[in-house]
């Protein structure tokens, strides 16, 4: 695994990619297609005090009972051996057949996220996004390029699945006021919604860092807003209920004016 050890900048992290692929390898052995890093480490997103770890397992076939189960305690013991990323760790077990799926598969697959492991997570509309930009910027750390194992991913169908993420799930958290009272899903909620802006109007997704940019020179009545979502981190307080409301809405007008669904 020596070609792990500098595959981030960050020495505790390549620990941990390592621990999660000789387990994973371990545990599901030639079931494995491949193994990958995505996320904000991959595009140049990554701040180590509010950033998560993605990662993407690709199977042959679905996970069987017990075979979830022993991901499930690798997955708490590499929490337990680095408590610092405890519930900051997302990682999906995805068979190699769903990747030709450009809809949100119905069909679930288990996944890990907040310390817990779902063994029938459905998929939502951020399914092919994620898929283009593992395409583009995933880091293999076992197995083939990512890119190599499905087909092309056209950039309509990201901008198509940006447009539905917005109507589907982030305008419907402005009417959650538990939900949007929480401040890193406030922070959360206005840096994913300039990716989706970016992404529909301009045509191409971008990091989040370069779609804040994007959005502030654009649209700079709301750069004070965006600029708070930046700054956010892990223990900080941020009250911007209001304004991350009206900034969906502006977003969804913005939406409105500028994609057309195009006739295929």
């Not at 408590?83 to 995805?94: D, F, L, N, Q, T």
């Not at 990512?146 to 109507?167: M, T, W, Y």
Request: glycine share 6%.
């Amino acid at each position: 695994m020596d070609a792990l050890d500098d595959v981030t900048p960050y020495p505790a992290i390549n620990a941990l990619l390592v621990e999660w692929v000789e387990g994973v390898r371990h545990l599901l052995g030639d079931k494995v297609v491949g193994l990958y890093l995505t996320g904000s480490l991959t595009y140049g997103d990554f701040v180590p005090d509010r950033s998560d770890i993605d990662l993407q397992a690709v199977v042959r076939s679905p996970l069987i009972e017990n075979e979830i189960h022993s991901v499930e305690q690798l997955h708490q013991e590499i929490e337990r051996h680095h408590p610092g990323w405890a519930k900051r760790i997302e990682c999906s077990y995805v068979p190699w057949a769903m990747l030709r799926e450009v809809s949100p598969p119905k069909t679930p697959r288990p996944w890990w996220g907040f310390g817990i492991m779902y063994a029938e997570a459905p998929a939502g509309n951020e399914w092919i996004i994620n898929h283009y930009l593992l395409s583009k910027y995933g880091i293999a750390l076992d197995g083939p390029e990512f890119k190599e194992l499905g087909p092309p991913i056209d950039i309509e169908g990201v901008r198509q699945a940006s447009v539905k993420d917005l109507f589907a799930e982030w305008a419907p958290k402005i009417g959650d006021s538990t939900w949007l009272s929480n401040s890193h899903y406030q922070s959360y909620l206005v840096l994913n919604v300039c990716r989706i802006l970016h992404t529909v109007i301009v045509g191409e997704p971008r990091s989040k860092t370069v779609s804040c940019q994007w959005t502030k020179a654009g649209y700079p009545e709301w750069k004070d807003l965006v600029e708070e979502a930046e700054r956010w981190r892990y223990g900080d307080e941020m009250k911007r209920q209001d304004d991350a409301a009206a900034f969906v809405k502006f977003a969804v007008e913005r939406v409105n004016e500028n994609y057309t669904p195009s006739a295929s």
